[in-house]
């Protein structure tokens, strides 16, 4: 299993009241200039909440969320500091309740 760790915020606030969009641009370019593999996903509606160790965490977030997802523990950290008003966790994954760590319950456009 792999530890995930997450910025979880509601998904107005994630995507429309932050510049999330142009973090994570820089971010990608970064990198591919370091040739480094991609780490970190924007989900919108987590799948990962509707696990029952996740109740908790669920109802501490205005629906419907979005969250970033990353395996790095230092990138989760640099945006809790950088974006007030989310929450931050980690999980282990896949498993019996959380299959697929980046999984959306939202209907494709």
Not at 24 to 44: A, C, M, N, P
């Amino acid at each position: 299993m792999q530890t995930y760790y997450y910025v979880l915020a509601s998904r107005r606030f994630l995507l429309q009241e932050e510049p999330i969009e142009e973090v994570l641009k820089e971010r990608t370019r970064h990198y591919h200039e370091q040739e480094k593999e991609i780490d970190f996903w924007l989900v919108s509606q987590p799948a990962f909440l509707e696990a029952p160790e996740m109740a908790q965490i669920k109802a501490k977030c205005p629906q419907p969320a979005a969250a970033i997802i990353s395996t790095n523990a230092q990138f989760i950290t640099w945006l809790k500091l950088r974006l007030e008003y989310v929450v931050t966790g980690e999980f282990e994954a896949p498993s019996g309740t959380i299959p697929n760590p980046i999984a959306s319950l939202a209907p494709v456009s």
